[in-house]
């Protein structure tokens, strides 16, 4: 409970922070966020409120750890997901993406699976 408590901690600072900037200031988070590999758009806006759901769901956790636990699942499918799908390809082929972005996704990809409650689920 402790491990998972910690990664919704962790959820609402930088998600939160991060879906602030880009829903207030998408010019801003492409910059700092996405490290100028796309340019600013309505999309980042989108991204923010998906990060803001994130937030919103892990302060829930806090207090539901294992009810509020799937957030971690989707955050492992769709962080693994880019980093294949996305991050992966533009650094084989030498295309910008965010370098920050990627390895924090990649830590979280490393972390999850042994904090996810799989036992509970099933």
Avoid: D
């Avoid at 801003?28 to 991204?47: D, Q």
């Avoid at 803001?52 to 962080?79: C, D, E, H, N, R």
């Amino acid at each position: 409970m402790i491990g998972l408590r910690i990664i919704y901690i962790l959820n609402i600072i930088v998600a939160g922070q991060i879906a602030y900037s880009a829903i207030s200031n998408p010019k801003t988070a492409a910059i700092t966020t996405f490290s100028n590999a796309y340019p600013p758009s309505e999309v980042i806006k989108l991204v923010g409120c998906l990060w803001l759901s994130i937030a919103i769901l892990s302060i829930l956790g806090l207090f539901k750890p294992i009810t509020f636990s799937p957030v971690l699942l989707v955050q492992l499918i769709y962080k693994g997901t880019w980093l294949l799908l996305v991050a992966i390809p533009a650094m084989r082929s030498n295309l910008p993406y965010p370098k920050t972005m990627a390895m924090f996704f990649l830590a979280w990809v490393i972390t999850l699976p042994f904090l996810i409650p799989w036992k509970q689920w099933i």
